[in-house]
């Protein structure tokens, strides 16, 4: 079972039961093929999608690399969809092989600049082991998981619709953590907004990252001089990198931990601040399982 899921609460999860099937075909290349089932004790009326023969081939190449070929062959009911996401659901950009290929690409980069022990210095500044690279990454990895389940369409979260006195259509939905580790406890209200904007993804990703224009946006940082403490590198291009920031203001300083990505199709940026003592350990190496983050982001 899997349910395939847009970052936005605003298009409903895809829903799907089926078989997966991996098979070596020769001495370099693999395959792997998924196909929905028919099974008594499932409810058909619950799969509005259903898998015919999908999935990849895996071709080593014997240099380091490999190509990956992808094919999605989905049937799905027509169901209403949200009109900001309408097209780019229709025209197969939101749930297509190609989105898929990009997003298997960041995250075989991210985990070789994970594993990587010998990360150039300009891409690894301001921490000083190998360790407390991971470490950082670890729990930054771990925060960016927690804001894409947050603010999916899955039917395990109950979201309500607001509509704002500008019209915009926000979603929000409240849940309780009661003794999970890794996130605040106590109750947790997520709120969601859509807009489209006149330019491009790229300019509204470098004018979030921008530590120097932070202050137009984010209220954390109302009054306060930012600075980049970390600067840690996790794929080629610039833009995927995990940064903590120092926001010293008058009274108090706040760290903030940000995980960037961004590739072809789409961009993400997140954030949480993060306590400067338990950043501080994860920084030198220590397991960061137990730092508590809330993330925010686009």
């Known amino acids: 079972f899997a349910e395939i899921q847009m970052l936005t609460p605003m298009v409903?999860?895809?829903?799907?039961?089926?078989?997966r099937h991996c098979k070596k075909l020769n001495t370099n290349q693999w395959a792997i093929v998924d196909v929905s089932i028919d099974e008594d004790n499932i409810d058909a009326s619950s799969q509005k999608c259903r898998k015919r023969p999908s999935g990849c081939i895996i071709e080593d190449k014997s240099n380091g690399h490999c190509k990956v070929t992808w094919m999605e062959h989905i049937e799905?009911?027509?169901?209403?969809?949200?009109?900001?996401?309408?097209?780019i659901v229709n025209t197969g950009l939101a749930f297509g092989a190609r989105h898929w290929i990009c997003t298997l690409q960041q995250q075989c980069e991210r985990l070789v600049f994970h594993?990587?022990?010998?990360?150039?210095v300009k891409d690894s500044s301001g921490v000083d082991t190998l360790a407390g690279r991971k470490s950082i990454?670890?729990?930054?990895?771990?925060?960016?998981?927690?804001?894409?389940r947050a603010i999916g369409g899955s039917r395990r979260i109950s979201w309500k619709k607001i509509v704002s006195k500008t019209g915009d259509d926000i979603r929000v939905?409240?849940?309780?953590?009661?003794?999970?580790?890794?996130?605040?406890?106590?109750?947790?209200?997520?709120?969601?907004?859509?807009?489209?904007?006149?330019?491009?993804?790229?300019?509204l990703f470098d004018?979030?990252?921008?530590?120097n224009r932070?202050?137009?946006?984010?209220?954390?940082?109302?009054?306060?001089?930012?600075?980049?403490?970390?600067?840690?590198?996790?794929?080629?291009d610039r833009g995927n990198a995990v940064t903590v920031?120092?926001?010293?203001?008058?009274?108090?300083?706040?760290?903030?931990?940000?995980?960037?990505?961004?590739?072809?199709?789409?961009?993400?940026?997140?954030?949480?601040?993060?306590?400067?003592?338990?950043?501080?350990?994860?920084?030198?190496?220590?397991?960061?399982?137990?730092?508590?983050?809330?993330?925010?982001?686009?």
């Open 12 to 19: 409903a999860t895809r829903e799907m039961y089926f078989f």
């Open 76 to 87: 799905c009911q027509k169901i209403p969809i949200h009109s900001l996401y309408r097209s």
């Open 115 to 120: 594993v990587a022990t010998n990360v150039p």
């Open 137 to 148: 990454l670890t729990l930054s990895q771990r925060m960016s998981w927690s804001f894409c």
């Open 173 to 203: 939905s409240l849940r309780n953590n009661l003794n999970e580790q890794g996130e605040p406890l106590g109750t947790i209200l997520s709120a969601v907004s859509s807009i489209w904007l006149p330019l491009s993804h790229h300019a």
């Open 207 to 211: 004018f979030l990252r921008d530590e």
């Open 214 to 236: 932070r202050n137009e946006w984010d209220i954390m940082s109302n009054g306060s001089t930012v600075h980049s403490t970390v600067n840690l590198a996790k794929g080629q």
């Open 245 to 298: 920031m120092d926001m010293k203001g008058e009274e108090q300083s706040v760290l903030v931990l940000q995980d960037s990505c961004t590739n072809a199709y789409e961009s993400m940026v997140v954030y949480a601040p993060v306590d400067i003592k338990g950043m501080q350990s994860v920084m030198t190496g220590c397991d960061s399982s137990k730092i508590p983050v809330l993330p925010s982001g686009f």
